[in-house]
């Protein structure tokens, strides 16, 4: 039986009815996203046709997911919110504070002991609202999401980026700040702008070394991390019904990756198996009556041009498995002797240290049994392993069936560390070395969705390359970044050569899956009586304080940093270490924009102070201006933002005392982040303005008394010399975050909603 059944029933007797509305007011047949989002509305049927990438609209969630970095945040907040109990099924999922060292065993209790005044935060704001609790261990929030939640034709939200992996059954799921999903929780409509639509059109099949993995990293190599940026990706074809459900999760998850709003598949066979096998048989039955509502209309697939906004093209046939890195997600390789050539060209080390296979994006039952028959030969042909080998298992069901089956004794048999059912090094949660920032210049690769520069173990040195599981193991055992196992032989203990066949494994587990304690704990029915208690010394939980309207005059503010390149969240508001902090805003903040690298000198975590001209880290010189009363601004380049969902790095700033962010462009899941904690997200109308900005500049906002929807904002720059330039800043504000920021965040407005 599965969780919430009876919402999920409620979900599908309202579609039919909202997706044939939306079809006639459209007037024309409708994609598996426009249905989702067109039965989802908050006011109910739909009455006019909404705009792409323009149009604002409000929607209603059916659920709302949370791991424990940011649900810390999140449910401070929500806290504040006025509210008895959430008012949709919402669950907590204690997957990113467990660090990979010793093995499962060891590092699980290291971290309950480590982190337990956290986890008991989490398990009693849970267990007082309503909460369904994940316990340490229990697994990685989106693979216990699709084994558990997930269903076709539904709409959910959650507090992490990859919560898109739910696409892969079928559903519109997204990545949030933890202020949207406060929204959903407390029962409000949540707002977003109406995606634009991409369809990847899958012809041929997978066969041989290629793996699901391989779409979205050529999907990747297509779109460029911004690519996706405002849209839904939708996959459609004979190739995307041929693949697993899995599979398909793997594509949808890193989405994030190219900057989409969310990627899905239509609801075909592979998800009923699924369903079945996942103990949701109820689900699968539900589904089937309305499953042409499912999945997009005949004739949008038929002619995806007159209804996408862009269409792409791949023959799975002809697809070849591919490596992307390193330090961004989209630089793609063809395996063999192309990387031979780019690594020789750009100084890559060849040899590889480390191969890593899980984390939510490949830890799948599949994942796992198909990386285990490469690493069964490397047994059976007497290969040693020439790199370290490392595995997440994605839920407490997948490692006790995998262990159950067999498939983890073998990874055993290789020496390989099999790490504990969470994040581990996929979030930087790895303790690989002493001294990370000292360390040697190395490769690695793994099966994760992010390869930024420190990402995986704090050392900017490694070069960290993504592939598919089984490239994953194969590459490990050849210990070669330009290994090729369709081509290339290896020396085994015998001195004989030998070559790797193509991989095999299960779709699902042909005895089924098993489990003795996934780890749940339901919430009270009645949590009134429960009491949260946080320890006012405590440095890992902090009460929130409400921010203090920014006002409409901004004057006298001092540049804090100009970031210039590539500056994702991992640099506002780094992971690895800094995650024990995620609940304590204060202490949080002393790693804000510490991974920023300033234009000024090209160094990070070193800028100007203008009140004494003299240099320090990016945080200690934002708390001397919010001493002395002076708002600050960060200036930065392209997709800025890019990344996790963490609305830290729109809070840490907000805290210390910055105004503004203002940039060529934003990741669309950051820039909601800034509006919802009150502070202004801008862009330079005109790019080539950023390249005015200097080092020593104070900035002037002259009509901000005029903040409008779509109205421009005018911004004076002052120079040190007394010179001047005037430039204007566009913005995509609506009304309502307008008053956001005349409130000082969302959730004073919330509170205020609340209270009247």
């Not at 262990?403 to 930087?428: M, S, V, W």
């Not at 934003?666 to 801008?682: P, S, W």
């Amino acid at each position: 039986m599965a969780f919430d059944i009876d919402m999920i029933k409620k979900v599908y007797s309202n579609m039919t009815e909202r997706v044939d509305a939306a079809r006639d007011i459209v007037g024309k047949p409708l994609t598996l996203s426009e249905k989702i989002l067109y039965s989802h509305l908050w006011d109910g049927n739909p009455t006019k046709v909404f705009t792409r990438g323009k149009d604002y609209v409000d929607f209603a969630p059916d659920r709302v997911a949370c791991q424990d970095a940011t649900a810390q945040m999140a449910l401070l907040q929500f806290m504040q919110a006025g509210k008895a109990k959430v008012a949709v099924p919402t669950t907590v999922h204690c997957d990113h504070l467990i660090q990979a060292k010793n093995g499962a065993s060891i590092d699980l209790q290291h971290a309950i002991s480590t982190s337990n005044e956290v986890f008991n935060f989490l398990e009693s704001v849970s267990n007082k609202y309503g909460i369904g609790f994940w316990r340490p261990g229990a697994g990685i929030i989106h693979q216990v999401v699709l084994e558990n939640y997930a269903f076709p034709g539904g709409m959910m939200i959650g507090t992490d980026s990859h919560t898109v992996n739910a696409g892969g059954l079928g559903m519109v799921a997204i990545g949030v700040g933890g202020a949207d999903a406060v929204d959903v929780m407390a029962g409000m409509a949540w707002e977003l702008k109406f995606p634009k639509l991409i369809g990847v059109r899958l012809t041929g099949t997978l066969s041989g070394w290629t793996a699901p993995k391989d779409v979205i990293l050529k999907v990747a190599d297509i779109l460029t991390v911004k690519g996706g940026t405002g849209a839904i990706v939708e996959y459609f074809g004979p190739g995307a019904k041929g693949m697993s459900c899995t599979g398909k999760g793997t594509i949808c998850n890193m989405g994030a990756e190219i900057g989409a709003t969310t990627s899905t598949f239509g609801y075909d066979e592979s998800m009923e198996r699924y369903l079945r096998a996942t103990d949701r048989p109820d689900v699968a039955d539900a589904a089937n009556k309305i499953k042409d509502y499912l999945t997009g209309d005949d004739e949008v697939y038929a002619n995806p041009e007159q209804y996408f906004d862009q269409v792409i093209d791949i023959n799975l046939t002809e697809l070849n498995p591919l490596l992307n890195g390193p330090f961004t997600p989209d630089l793609s390789t063809a395996v063999g002797s192309t990387m031979t050539e780019k690594a020789k060209a750009n100084d890559w080390p060849l040899k590889v240290e480390w191969g890593l296979i899980g984390s939510c994006t490949n830890s799948s039952y599949e994942d796992l049994s198909r990386a285990s028959s490469v690493a069964q030969q490397a047994l059976d042909k007497g290969l040693k392993m020439k790199s370290e080998l490392g595995i997440n298992p994605g839920s407490e069901m997948v490692r006790y069936t995998t262990e159950r089956d067999g498939i983890l004794d073998i990874f055993e048999k290789l020496d390989a560390k099999i790490f504990t059912n969470a994040c581990g090094p996929c979030i930087g949660q790895w303790a690989r070395y002493e001294d990370p920032k000292n360390a040697p210049k190395n490769s690695i690769v793994h099966s994760f969705n992010r390869n930024f520069a420190k990402r995986a173990d704090g050392n900017p040195n490694t070069h960290a390359f993504v592939a598919s599981p089984e490239i994953t193991a194969a590459i490990a055992i050849a210990g070669r970044l330009d290994f090729n196992p369709m081509t290339d032989k290896l020396i085994n203990e015998n001195g004989e050569e030998v070559m790797l066949s193509e991989p095999t494994g299960w779709e699902l587990p042909p005895k089924g899956f098993a489990v003795d304690d996934n780890g749940y704990l339901a919430p009270k029915a009645d949590g009134s009586g429960v009491q949260v208690t946080v320890d006012p010394k405590s440095e890992r939980i902090q009460l929130l304080k409400p921010f203090e309207p920014l006002g409409d005059s901004i004057t006298g503010a001092k540049l804090l940093i100009k970031a210039f390149g590539k500056c994702t969240t991992d640099h506002i508001s780094m992971a690895g270490p800094w995650l024990r902090f995620r609940g304590h805003l204060d202490n949080i903040a002393n790693n804000t924009l510490i991974g920023a690298v300033n234009a000024f000198g090209k160094k990070t975590n070193f800028v100007k102070n203008q009140l004494t001209g003299e240099f320090g880290g990016v945080p200690d010189t934002a708390r001397a201006y919010k001493a002395a009363g002076v708002p600050s601004i960060v200036v930065g380049d392209h997709n800025y933002g890019e990344g996790s969902s963490r609305e830290h790095a729109a809070m840490q700033p907000r805290f210390l005392g910055v105004a503004a962010v203002i940039v060529k462009s934003f990741a669309r899941i950051h820039e909601t982040n800034l509006k919802k904690q009150g502070m202004l997200g801008l862009t330079f109308a005109n790019e080539a303005d950023y390249d005015l900005i200097q080092e020593d500049d104070t900035f002037n906002f002259t009509d901000l008394k005029d903040f409008a929807p779509g109205k421009q904002l005018t911004l004076e720059v002052v120079h040190a010399d007394g010179s001047k330039d005037v430039i204007m800043l566009n913005h995509t504000y609506n009304q309502s975050q307008i008053d956001w920021y005349k409130e000082g965040s969302a959730l004073n407005l919330i509170k205020k909603e609340n209270a009247a």
